[in-house]
């Protein structure tokens, strides 16, 4: 069961918008910034979203991030059929000293 | 471009142990803490340990504490993961991550992976 808490799966259709939900605690995604990943199959995670709502050089601005107290948000807008893939979120616990991820979230683009 | 690279999986059976290595090229491996992330399909990604860039700070995740240890040779441009007394759900593929912030809470590049199976 993973620390941080996301639903195993959303859907929706191409062109559409999308949010994923990452809920935590107040030592975790309270305390600290989160950050997004991307994955998918077959391949290492990749970083989309760091510090709550930055953008690595290269990720569209189609992906955004945001954070209010103990959850935080991926928002994916104009989906392509090309952004199915696996999502994570990640943060620091500053009790449980580690880093602490989500248990994914499958994105299906219909 | 920045690149990790995972070595030193492989099927060993329960209460064995495994070295793991990690090659980094096209940064200064030096300045950077470094970090160990697993996955297994029912799991998804756990966090397994963090060094910092000198070794002076070293975390692990309760499920390897005391099994596990992290090392780094900078000289070498290379970070290690020692497995000693290996369990069943130890069996995951085993990242690298870089930590560009040394926070923890984000990893900017990681490595393909290396598969570890305990059976």
């Known amino acids: 069961q993973s620390v941080l808490t996301q639903p195993p799966s959303v859907s929706a259709a191409p062109g559409q918008t999308v949010t994923i939900s990452c809920s935590g605690r107040?030592?975790?995604?309270?305390?600290?910034?989160v950050s997004w990943y991307q994955q998918f199959p077959g391949t290492a995670p990749k970083l989309l979203i760091y510090?709550?709502?930055k953008r690595p050089s290269g990720i569209p601005d189609r992906f955004s991030g945001s954070k209010s107290g103990t959850s935080a948000t991926l928002g994916i807008t104009g989906l392509q059929t090309g952004d199915e893939a696996d999502y994570y979120c990640?943060?620091?616990?500053?009790?449980?000293?580690?880093?602490?991820f989500g248990g994914g979230t499958k994105l299906t683009v219909l | 471009e920045v690149q990790l690279v995972e070595s030193g999986g492989g099927l060993v059976q329960p209460g064995g142990s495994l070295r793991l290595s990690c090659v980094a090229s096209d940064f200064t491996f030096s300045t950077y803490t470094m970090n160990w992330v697993r996955q297994t399909p029912g799991r998804g990604l756990e966090w397994v340990s963090y060094i910092s860039s000198r070794s002076s700070t070293i975390y692990y995740a309760d499920s390897v504490k005391g099994r596990f240890t992290i090392s780094r040779d900078n000289a070498k441009n290379s970070l290690y993961l020692q497995m000693n007394s290996l369990r069943d759900e130890d069996t995951a593929i085993y990242y690298c991550?870089?930590?560009?912030?040394?926070?923890?809470?984000?990893?900017?590049?990681w490595g393909r992976g290396t598969p570890v199976t305990v059976s």
């Open positions: 991550a870089r930590d560009p912030t040394g926070t923890g809470w984000s990893f900017d590049y």
């Open positions: 107040s030592s975790n995604i309270g305390k600290n910034l």
């Open positions: 510090e709550n709502n």
């Open positions: 990640e943060t620091w616990d500053s009790s449980l000293s580690g880093a602490v």
